[in-house]
């Protein structure tokens, strides 16, 4: 079992930036895919972007790229979402996944954080 405990999220003007953190248990953290997922109010869960176990392989969803950067820190069991040049329209509630099985992104969610744009 993983826990994925999000933290990071508030208010924040456009333009602004924030950076989310995603704290995992597990003695394994290293081999787990990562990922960043977002709804917003209305809306479907959609992918924001994802992060292999050691980091070396990033992907971003076409609405982030530019703004957003993924990265993590095995050693404190911990991955990251930095978010610059926010808009109003990434307000949404931030999801923290871990995948452990191959091709896998989802095994597990965290509760979510919410991150607020004003305009």
């Known amino acids: 079992q993983v826990q994925l405990v999000e933290s990071g999220g508030g208010l924040v003007q456009a333009g602004g930036s924030l950076r989310l953190s995603c704290a995992a248990s597990g003695r394994t953290f290293s081999s787990y895919a990562m990922g960043w997922f977002r709804q917003a109010p209305g809306k479907e869960r959609e992918f924001v972007a994802r992060?292999?176990?050691?980091?070396?392989?990033?992907y971003y969803a076409d609405s982030v790229k530019g703004r957003f950067t993924i990265s993590r820190d095995n050693a404190k069991n911990t991955v990251y979402l930095q978010m610059n040049s926010l808009k109003p329209e990434d307000t949404a509630v931030y999801y923290c996944t871990a995948g452990l099985r191959l091709g896998v992104l989802t095994d597990y969610w965290g509760q979510g954080t919410q991150v607020t744009v004003s305009s």
């Open positions: 992060i292999s176990g050691s980091g070396g392989s990033t």
